[in-house]
Structures are given as C-alpha cells and as structure tokens.
Antibody, heavy 126, light 109 residues
Framework: QLQLQESGPGLVKPSETLSLTCTVS??????????WGWIRQPPGKGLEWIGS???????YYNPSLKSRVTISVDTSKNQFSLKLSSVTAADTAVYYC??????????????????WGKGTTVTVSS | EIVLTQSPGTLSLSPGERATLSCRAS???????LAWYQQKPGQAPRLLIY???SRATGIPDRFSGSGSGTDFTLTISRLEPEDFAVYYC??????????FGGGTKVEIK
C-alpha cells in the first residue's frame, strides 16, 4: 500500500527557507501515471495547492507562490522535496504531500489526489 | 483563474438526514476534472469523488456527486456519525493548475 511521509523542521525563522521532503514507500515515484504535489493548510483555513512534479523533473506551480517555490525529485531515494523561500508568518501551515493520479477512460481523463501524507506542521516564528 | 465557491459554509444536520453541498465554479470546469474530499480534524483530506460523480475506492454509496459546467453537488444520502467533517471540492486544469473551494463544514445539529 502506497504511503507518503512528510519530514522537515517544524520551526522556521522569518525570511529563511522552508525545506520539506516527502518520502514515498510501497510504490515507485517513477511511474508514468502520477504527479506528486504539495498542498498546505493554514491554521483554521482551507487547502492551498503549492505545486506538483513529475518523476522526470517537470514541474508546475501555483502562480501566487511561484517566485518563492522550488519542487525537486530524487528518484533514487523515492523522494520529492519542497523549498519555500523568504517565509513569513503567513506561511505557517500544515504541509501535505500527495499523489496526483490520472485515470483514462477514453475519451476522458480524470485527475485527482488519491494518496496523502499525514501532514507536517511548520511554524514561521523568530 | 478559476475560483470555486462552496456553499453553505456550515451545514447543521442530524444523523440520518440528507446533506446537499454545493460547489460553484467561476468558469466552466470539465466534469472529469472535479473532485470532492472529506477532512476530519487533525487528519489529511480523503478523496471521496472524482470525475464529478465517480466514487473513490472504499467510499460508501451514500456519497454521490453530480453536476456539470459551473455547478456541482455532493450529496450524502443519510448522514452517519462519521460523516461530520469538512468537505472540499477541487478542480484541475486551468491556471492555477489545481484549486480548492473554501470548504463546507457539516456539523451535528
């Protein structure tokens, strides 16, 4: 059974870079059917997609965060990572990694996020 | 940018009642790109519905999705105690590539 696990510092200082890693177990990150993504949720608020990556390294980001976000993949370790630079208190959130699956039933393509990590809380504070 | 607006913000119902949740898109969304998730406190979201109306693996048939274009609905036919949670709709496709609605909380009346 595929599992995702987020890891990284729980406390980051303002203006510094937040770095998180998602480890994929029970399956390969190098599958052609999947993208791998990061989503965050500020305390008491809704979900915000940050960006996604394919095992080849192809990425796409939320335009609202694009200037500060880098997502990378390490297929040898079955991991993908998030870096968010110049953080402020507004970046305090639970950060989730998730798998985006595509199901094809000709002529339709279905996209959804079907496997999620448990989430990790990141607080931005001095 | 496609904005998803969910209503109502909070739905107060009793176990056994029917819940009807709305998700309205600011522009037309392909049905195959519309999903619904359930989130309980302290947990990650769980996929319920994809393609607007297809139940994900293991999801009870009391959950159903419908709609097209700009109007989508999640229906829970008879609320069980474990169904009280927050529900999010999500679309894939237009920039930003993936967006979520603001959520509807289904609470016990």
């Amino acid at each position: 059974q595929l599992q995702l696990q987020e890891s990284g510092p729980g406390l980051v200082k303002p203006s510094e870079t937040l770095s998180l890693t998602c480890t994929v177990s029970g399956g390969s990150i190098s599958s052609s059917s999947y993208y791998w993504g990061w989503i965050r949720q500020p305390p008491g608020k809704g979900l915000e997609w940050i960006g996604s990556i394919y095992y080849s390294g192809s990425t796409y980001y939320n335009p609202s965060l694009k200037s500060r976000v880098t997502i990378s993949v390490d297929t040898s370790k079955n991991q993908f990572s998030l870096k968010l630079s110049s953080v402020t208190a507004a970046d305090t959130a639970v950060y989730y990694c998730a798998r985006r699956t595509v199901t094809i039933r000709i002529p339709y393509y279905y996209y959804y996020m079907d496997v999620w990590g448990k989430g990790t809380t990141v607080t931005v504070s001095s | 940018e496609i904005v998803l607006t969910q209503s109502p913000g909070t739905l107060s119902l009793s176990p056994g009642e029917r819940a009807t949740l709305s998700c309205r898109a600011s522009q037309s969304v392909s049905s195959s790109y519309l999903a619904w998730y359930q989130q309980k406190p302290g947990q990650a979201p769980r996929l319920l519905i994809y393609g607007a109306s297809s139940r994900a693996t293991g999801i009870p048939d009391r959950f159903s999705g419908s709609g097209s274009g700009t109007d989508f609905t999640l229906t829970i036919s008879r609320l069980e105690p474990e169904d009280f949670a927050v529900y999010y709709c999500q679309q894939y496709g237009s920039s930003p590539k993936l967006t979520f609605g603001g959520g509807t909380k289904v609470e016990i009346k």
